[in-house]
């Protein structure tokens, strides 16, 4: 084999790796943004600001509660009085992670309704893939026309929670990926 055949072969896999580990999804989390995100039913939205590291409701542009918090991945209900919150590393968690890490918090007008461990909604804690440096445990999907908050795991389950209690009210075979 000439140097030039193995050069090529080398450079190759280093590209085959690279495409390989963006593809698993491993991507350095962004800064915090401010972003608003609204009620299904548009009646409400939620501030996510950034600077002020806190989360205000709106309704018709006056605000009615505000609570200590950015998060990336926040869900509103239709009340405007329930908050649900997905894990801060999107699907991605640390490799070496806790049986009773939180993957989705519910709050109402900002008090703590409950938190929803990996080890509540998973049967075989050693299913979760591992990517080139986490594990998957799934996806929030947001509310249903029933106003269910809906998640998506990689054990192709889903869950669909009520949001003012934060239990799971039905479950369901559904392929890891599959939206609502």
Same mark, same amino acid.
């Given at each position: ?19 390989a580990?963006?593809?698993l999804?491993?991507?350095?989390l ?6 608003v ?14 600077e ?26 239709d009340? *405007?009085? $329930?908050?649900v919150? !997905?894990?801060?590393? &999107? ?5 070496n =992670?806790?049986?009773? %890490? /939180? ?7 900002g ?15 050693h299913?979760?893939?591992?990517? *080139?440096s $986490?594990?998957?445990? !799934?996806?929030?999907? &947001? ?5 269910? =908050?809906?998640i998506n %795991? /990689? ?5 669909a929670?009520?949001v ?10 559904a ?6």
């Open positions: 084999m000439t140097v030039s055949k193995i050069a090529g072969s080398a450079l190759a896999l280093i590209l085959v790796f690279l495409f580990h963006s593809a999804g491993d991507e350095e962004r800064p915090p943004k401010t972003y995100r609204c009620s299904p039913n548009g009646q409400f939205c939620a501030e996510m600001s950034a002020k590291r806190q989360t205000i409701i709106r309704h018709g542009g006056r605000e009615i509660w505000r609570m200590e918090g950015w998060f990336e991945d926040a869900y509103l209900a009340d *405007g009085d $329930h908050l919150v !997905g894990y801060w590393g &999107g699907p991605h968690l640390p490799v =992670f806790s049986p009773r %890490t /939180t993957v989705v918090t519910f709050y109402r007008r008090e703590l309704i409950k938190k929803v461990h990996v080890s509540g909604i998973f049967r075989d804690l299913s979760l893939p591992l990517t *080139g $986490h594990r998957l445990w !799934g996806r929030t999907l &947001g509310f249903d026309k029933k106003g269910r =908050f809906i %795991t /990689t054990e192709s389950r889903a869950f929670f009520d003012r209690s934060g239990n799971v009210v039905e479950a369901w075979f392929p890891w990926g599959a939206g609502l």
